[in-house]
C-alpha cells in the first residue's frame, strides 16, 4: 500500500525559528510536492521536485525552500517562520511526471507560528 | 486566469439522502480533472478522474462525476450518502505536467 508520512501532524514554533518539515514516500515516486492549505483557498503549491536535487518553484514559494537529497524525502524549510504561515501543510508524491497521474498526500502538518 | 471554482462552500444532508457537489473550471481545452477527497486528520484521496471519453465517470466510495464541456462543469454525485461521506472534498483540474490547480474546496456535514 501506498503511503507518504509527514514528521509531525501539530507543530507549534516562534516568529523568527527555523521550521523544517519531513516528508517521506515509499512508493519510489520521481515527484513530490508541498502544498499549503487555507480554509477558502483550497491548495496552493509552494515547490515541488522531479528528481533527487531538483527543485522548482510553485504558485507561492516566498518565505520558503525546499530540499531533496534522497528520492524518497522532501524537505519543506520556513527559513524565518512568520505568523502568515501558520498553516495545515501537505506533501504528495506522483509516480512520473504527466498528465492525469493520481498524486498521493500524507496526512498534513498543523503548523502554528505564534 | 486558469481557476477552478466550487460554489458551495459547506453543503449538510440527511444519510440516505443525495448528493451533488458542483465544480466549474476556467481553461481554454478540457484539462484533466479530479475530485478528491479528505477525511477529517487525513491527506486527500483520489475519488475520480476525468479527461476524455464517456463524460460519466465512476470513482470509489460509489462517487460518480459528470463532465459537461459547454457549462465547463464536473460535478461529483452520490445517489445515497453514508454519515462516513462527511469530508472535505475538493476539485482540480491539471492543465499541464506540473501544473494542477485546486478549487477551495466543499465540506460535507452529514446528518444521522
Known amino acids: 500500500d501506498v503511503k507518504v508520512t509527514q514528521s509531525s501532524r501539530y507543530l507549534v514554533k516562534r516568529t523568527g525559528e527555523k521550521v523544517f518539515l519531513e516528508c517521506v514516500q515509499d512508493?519510489?515516486?520521481?515527484?513530490m510536492f508541498w502544498y499549503r492549505q487555507d480554509p477558502g483557498l483550497g491548495l496552493r503549491l509552494i515547490y515541488f521536485?522531479?528528481?533527487?536535487?531538483?527543485?522548482e518553484k510553485g504558485d507561492i514559494p516566498e518565505g520558503y525552500s525546499v530540499s531533496r537529497e534522497k528520492k524518497e524525502r522532501f524537505s519543506l524549510i520556513l527559513e524565518s517562520a512568520s505568523t502568515n504561515q501558520t498553516s495545515m501543510y501537505l506533501c504528495?508524491?506522483?509516480?512520473?511526471?504527466?498528465?492525469?497521474?493520481?498524486?498521493?498526500f500524507g496526512p498534513g502538518t498543523r503548523l502554528t507560528v505564534l | 486566469a486558469q481557476s477552478v471554482t466550487q460554489p458551495d462552500i459547506h453543503i449538510t444532508v440527511s444519510e440516505g439522502a443525495s448528493l451533488e457537489l458542483r465544480c466549474n473550471y476556467s481553461?481554454?481545452?478540457?484539462?484533466?480533472l479530479f475530485w478528491y477527497v479528505q477525511s477529517p486528520g487525513q491527506g486527500l484521496q483520489l475519488l475520480l478522474k476525468?479527461?476524455?471519453?464517456?463524460?460519466l465517470v465512476q470513482g470509489i466510495k460509489g462517487f460518480e462525476a459528470e463532465f459537461k464541456r459547454s457549462q465547463s462543469s464536473f460535478n461529483l454525485r452520490k445517489p445515497s450518502v453514508h454519515w462516513s461521506d462527511a469530508a472535505e472534498y475538493f476539485c482540480?483540474?491539471?492543465?499541464?505536467?506540473?501544473?494542477?490547480?485546486f478549487g477551495p474546496g466543499t465540506s460535507l456535514s452529514v446528518i444521522p
Open positions: 504528495a508524491s506522483i509516480q512520473t511526471r504527466g498528465v492525469g497521474n493520481e498524486q498521493f
Open positions: 512508493m519510489d515516486h520521481e515527484n
Open positions: 521536485s522531479y528528481d533527487v536535487k531538483m527543485k
Open positions: 481553461y481554454g481545452a478540457t484539462p484533466y
Open positions: 476525468y479527461f476524455s471519453g464517456d463524460t
Open positions: 482540480a483540474a491539471q492543465t499541464s505536467y506540473d501544473k494542477v490547480i
